[in-house]
């Protein structure tokens, strides 16, 4: 039987048709796709809580589901669009459905607001491209979610906010020089969830299509000299997304090998639906 997901869509719809625009994908579509070449059995659904009257699963259409997985998203929590709303209520139904429960970035930070934590603009600055030096916690090292991590490891990111203050029923697993809460479980409401600040969805080549668009951003923030240099990183990113084997461009930009490792790269995903997905389908029955 399918391992049946529900990809939820964190953006508006001018947003992510301008992902597309870049990417080729939305950033739900890329997530299922990349869902897809992880297990042969998962089949996705999408869903659009930003959208004003989206049509929603409730709690029993959700118990449906054997997972659900929240995208990055170009909105912030604190900025009160009726769409960050939105999905903030529709993580707190997750929780209440008792269905397994994934996201990067942004579905971590709605995860912890829904559940009560603070999110914040993040002091340290923007975090771009690779998130660097990734650590374990006590309680993530023998957390199934970071199974096969290292001591340390890299992984791709794009994210202006954080996690300040985790929720309550928060356990941080992971955390860098950049982020007090890279990866987190979450226990709200009889639900729990899983996961990261950073996004191991991402290859290289959809990280240069979310740095382009980012490009103003970063060259206001002094990541990036001028528009000219943000054009030779991003190309240089998409390079060696095409060609992993160009040991000169990975040096270059710092790409470490488990970004380049696609089966690697997406750990954190695989761990989910092997470690958590999976079996609770089991124990519901539905295996």
């Known amino acids: 039987m ?84 939105a999905q903030i209520d529709f993580a707190r139904a997750i929780f209440r459905s008792g269905t397994p429960f994934f996201g990067s970035c942004w579905g971590l930070q709605v995860a912890s607001a829904a559940a009560g934590g603070d999110v914040i603009r993040n002091p340290n600055g923007r975090e771009a491209g690779v998130a660097r030096a990734l650590v374990a916690t006590q309680s993530g090292a023998g957390h199934p979610l970071l199974a096969g991590r290292g001591a340390t490891w890299d992984a791709p990111c794009h994210h202006l906010d954080l996690v300040a203050t985790p929720p309550p029923g928060a356990t941080v697993l992971a955390f860098n020089a950049n982020s007090p809460v890279q990866a987190a479980e979450i ?4 639900g ?52 992993p084997a160009r040991a000169d461009l990975a040096f270059a930009l710092g790409v470490q090998p488990e970004i380049l490792d696609a089966r690697y790269r997406t750990t954190e995903i695989r761990n989910f639906l092997d470690n958590y997905a999976r079996p609770a389908k089991s124990r519901r029955g539905r295996a």
Not at 24 to 51: N, R
Not at 187 to 190: L, R, T, V
Not at 210 to 222: E, F, H, K, T, Y
Request: aromatic share 8%; net charge negative; glycine share 12%.
């Open 2 to 85: 399918a391992l049946r997901l529900l990809v939820v869509e964190g953006n508006l719809r001018e947003a992510r048709e301008a992902y597309k625009a870049g990417w080729g994908k939305t950033p739900s579509e890329s997530y299922a796709q990349v869902l897809g070449e992880i297990a042969a059995d998962v089949v996705c659904d999408l869903c659009f809580p930003a959208d004003p009257g989206a049509n929603l699963p409730d709690a029993a259409g959700l118990e449906g589901y054997d997972g659900v997985v929240l995208t990055g998203s170009a909105l912030n929590i604190y900025d009160g669009h009726p769409g960050t709303r």
């Open 187 to 190: 226990a709200h409401d009889g």
């Open 192 to 243: 729990v969830f899983w996961g990261v600040q950073y996004h191991p969805e991402f290859a290289l080549g959809e990280v240069a299509a979310v740095l382009r668009r980012a490009a103003p951003g970063m060259i206001r923030d002094g990541l990036f000299a001028d528009e000219s240099a943000a054009s030779r990183y991003c190309d240089a990113l998409a390079t060696l997304h095409a060609d």
